[in-house]
């Protein structure tokens, strides 16, 4: 099946299944902005628990905060983003369509390492165990034409973003034959500057009334606490300040269902370091970073480090963490070394110092800073994406049906445990019952007792729930269930006693969290 149609049937699942819905849909929706239903916000708060505990619990050099949304807007002035928060916007003159131009050329860089892969491909099954892909790379005349036309279209890229040369980014496009998905013609406007802000205006009278802004990231919350979270907790550096919260960007092409969007949340980690160490903090951060995500089991293959070809202005290092998606490798989280950029600029701009003294060097300093940067929304779409399985299984009669299951980690999702009586008679319900009451105390339970028992698992299967328990008429008497697992359809005679430990050793974040020591 083609890597868009996955796609489509997983932004299908996510709304037949309560997962995700448009934002006031029955008003025909709003562009590029979200709802997460029954299942879908369970998810993502599992998720956000996930990343804070191993941010918070595993690091007693790590405490969190809750910022406000509003803030004062000299904050963004002295940031950068007043005057700097822009993306290069081109617009195609025939389908009247809006794209970014940098994601139109990294998307073409795409399609060449796309001709790669089909070409070594293509030789390892025609090759078989002899094949030899480093040497293939380096010598076959097709794929080194395609690393070399690719290059050349790298370095004039990196070049113009850096020189943010936005005549030579229209030039990349229109010498490369880029053309609009939609119209299918290269007729392209000029690039220009796009600023992403929301403003909006705070006061009691429109004349009295001050411009603000919606925040376009969470970090400068933590930069302007610095000192009041180092005091009142008394935080020798290095440490570190985490935050989860909303942030809104008017992007210029929110597409892609929920992976870029108009609001959407963030779960961000500032960790403050002394000058001249930030480089090897950023090493550490990054590998701490790649094995939290390995840790969710997804398949380790599907992550890799991507280095940003422009730094932003406040960076000396910076890179992505990416996730194949169904629509190829995408920044699933950022790691930055920002400097003291953000500090001093607070610092010049409030006229209040912000220094950190260090008994170890007897000096104060302003304190550079390691940046973890997570985009809640495009995490949740990527162990979506991940978990998403179809999957061809024999029927009782012997027969081939299919069903979909959802493979999300235990301790991810969002029901844990379906209880089910066999049939709706002879007591059966009542035990379901009984047994789910004493669960619920542990565990985010699901009664159900609608339609056949193959019928209840499939549903639960679709949803991601790990284990289902079975009543049937034998419970009574042998004090037994029948326990379903998810993935493997297998089943198993345990004790109603056992049901709590049984459950809770799998779907406990321990297990996880000792993977991340």
Same mark, same amino acid.
């Given at each position: 099946m083609a890597q868009e149609d996955v796609f489509k049937k997983l932004v299908a699942h996510c709304k037949e299944y309560g997962f995700v819905f448009q934002s006031s849909e029955i008003y025909d929706g709003l562009g590029a902005v979200y709802d997460y239903g029954q299942y879908g916000v369970e998810l993502k708060n599992n998720l956000k628990k996930y990343w804070w505990d191993s941010m918070?619990? =595993? /690091?007693? /050099?790590?405490?969190?905060? +809750?910022?406000?949304?509003?803030?004062?807007?000299?904050?963004?002035?002295?940031?950068?983003? @007043?005057?700097?928060?822009?993306?290069?916007?081109? +617009?195609?003159?025939?389908?009247?369509?809006?794209?970014?131009?940098? @994601? =139109?050329?990294?998307? !073409?860089?795409?399609?060449?390492?796309?001709?790669? +892969?089909?070409e070594v491909e293509k030789a390892a099954k025609r090759f078989g165990d002899s094949f030899d892909e480093k040497m293939y790379r380096e010598t076959n005349p097709r794929v080194l034409e395609n690393i070399q036309k690719r290059e050349e279209i790298h370095q004039c890229f990196v070049k113009a973003l850096n020189d943010n040369d936005l005549n030579e980014l229209r030039q990349i496009i229109i010498d490369n034959d880029v053309v609009c998905p939609i119209s299918g013609t290269k007729n392209w406007t000029e690039v220009r500057q796009f600023n992403l802000m929301f403003s909006t205006e705070m006061g009691s009278t429109s004349e009295g009334a001050q411009k603000i802004y919606l925040r376009p990231e969470t970090a400068q919350g933590i930069f302007v606490n610095f000192l009041n979270v180092q005091k009142t907790g008394r935080m020798k550096i290095p440490f570190g300040i985490a935050q989860i919260g909303k942030a809104f960007r008017n992007e210029i092409v929110a597409r892609q269902f929920i992976f870029r969007m108009r609001e959407f949340e963030q779960m961000e980690m500032q960790f403050f370091v002394p000058p001249g160490q930030e480089l090897e903090w950023f090493e550490k951060w990054k590998a701490i970073r790649m094995k939290w995500h390995k840790s969710l089991g997804l398949g380790d293959h599907k992550y890799r480090f991507h280095d940003h070809d422009k730094l932003a202005h406040y960076a000396n290092a910076a890179t992505d963490i990416e996730y194949e998606m169904p629509f190829g490798f995408k920044e699933v989280e950022g790691i930055h070394s920002r400097t003291d950029f953000d500090l001093s600029q607070h610092q010049k701009f409030s006229g209040k110092k912000i220094s950190y003294f260090d008994p170890e060097r007897n000096e104060s300093y302003v304190p550079y800073v390691v940046e973890t940067s997570i985009g809640v929304d495009r995490m949740f779409l990527s162990i979506m994406a991940g978990a998403y399985c179809e999957e061809e299984v024999e029927g009782k009669d012997g027969s081939?049906?299919?069903? @979909?299951? !959802?493979? !999300?980690?235990?301790?991810?999702?969002?029901?844990?445990?379906?209880?089910?009586?066999? @049939?709706?008679?002879?007591? =059966?319900?009542?035990?379901?019952?009984k047994i789910m009451d004493d669960l619920k105390f542990h565990f985010n339970c699901q009664y159900d007792e609608k339609d056949s028992i193959g019928k209840r698992y499939r549903r639960q299967d679709a949803i991601g729930t790990p284990f289902c328990i079975t009543i049937d008429h034998d419970t009574p008497s042998d004090q037994k269930v029948t326990i379903r697992y998810r993935d493997t359809m297998e089943q198993e005679r345990v004790n109603i006693s056992d049901l709590k430990n049984l459950i809770a050793d799998k779907v406990s974040m321990t297990e996880l969290f000792k993977k991340l020591a």
């Amino acid at each position: 099946m083609a890597q868009e149609d996955v796609f489509k049937k997983l932004v299908a699942h996510c709304k037949e299944y309560g997962f995700v819905f448009q934002s006031s849909e029955i008003y025909d929706g709003l562009g590029a902005v979200y709802d997460y239903g029954q299942y879908g916000v369970e998810l993502k708060n599992n998720l956000k628990k996930y990343w804070w505990d191993s941010m918070v619990l =595993l /690091n007693d /050099n790590v405490v969190g905060i +809750d910022s406000a949304i509003f803030m004062h807007p000299t904050v963004w002035k002295a940031s950068g983003h @007043v005057d700097a928060f822009n993306d290069p916007l081109i +617009d195609n003159k025939d389908s009247k369509k809006r794209y970014r131009a940098d @994601v =139109l050329i990294e998307d !073409l860089l795409a399609k060449y390492d796309a001709k790669v +892969d089909k070409e070594v491909e293509k030789a390892a099954k025609r090759f078989g165990d002899s094949f030899d892909e480093k040497m293939y790379r380096e010598t076959n005349p097709r794929v080194l034409e395609n690393i070399q036309k690719r290059e050349e279209i790298h370095q004039c890229f990196v070049k113009a973003l850096n020189d943010n040369d936005l005549n030579e980014l229209r030039q990349i496009i229109i010498d490369n034959d880029v053309v609009c998905p939609i119209s299918g013609t290269k007729n392209w406007t000029e690039v220009r500057q796009f600023n992403l802000m929301f403003s909006t205006e705070m006061g009691s009278t429109s004349e009295g009334a001050q411009k603000i802004y919606l925040r376009p990231e969470t970090a400068q919350g933590i930069f302007v606490n610095f000192l009041n979270v180092q005091k009142t907790g008394r935080m020798k550096i290095p440490f570190g300040i985490a935050q989860i919260g909303k942030a809104f960007r008017n992007e210029i092409v929110a597409r892609q269902f929920i992976f870029r969007m108009r609001e959407f949340e963030q779960m961000e980690m500032q960790f403050f370091v002394p000058p001249g160490q930030e480089l090897e903090w950023f090493e550490k951060w990054k590998a701490i970073r790649m094995k939290w995500h390995k840790s969710l089991g997804l398949g380790d293959h599907k992550y890799r480090f991507h280095d940003h070809d422009k730094l932003a202005h406040y960076a000396n290092a910076a890179t992505d963490i990416e996730y194949e998606m169904p629509f190829g490798f995408k920044e699933v989280e950022g790691i930055h070394s920002r400097t003291d950029f953000d500090l001093s600029q607070h610092q010049k701009f409030s006229g209040k110092k912000i220094s950190y003294f260090d008994p170890e060097r007897n000096e104060s300093y302003v304190p550079y800073v390691v940046e973890t940067s997570i985009g809640v929304d495009r995490m949740f779409l990527s162990i979506m994406a991940g978990a998403y399985c179809e999957e061809e299984v024999e029927g009782k009669d012997g027969s081939k049906e299919s069903r @979909v299951v !959802l493979k !999300l980690p235990a301790v991810l999702a969002p029901v844990k445990l379906a209880v089910l009586p066999l @049939v709706k008679k002879d007591g =059966l319900p009542e035990m379901a019952r009984k047994i789910m009451d004493d669960l619920k105390f542990h565990f985010n339970c699901q009664y159900d007792e609608k339609d056949s028992i193959g019928k209840r698992y499939r549903r639960q299967d679709a949803i991601g729930t790990p284990f289902c328990i079975t009543i049937d008429h034998d419970t009574p008497s042998d004090q037994k269930v029948t326990i379903r697992y998810r993935d493997t359809m297998e089943q198993e005679r345990v004790n109603i006693s056992d049901l709590k430990n049984l459950i809770a050793d799998k779907v406990s974040m321990t297990e996880l969290f000792k993977k991340l020591a």
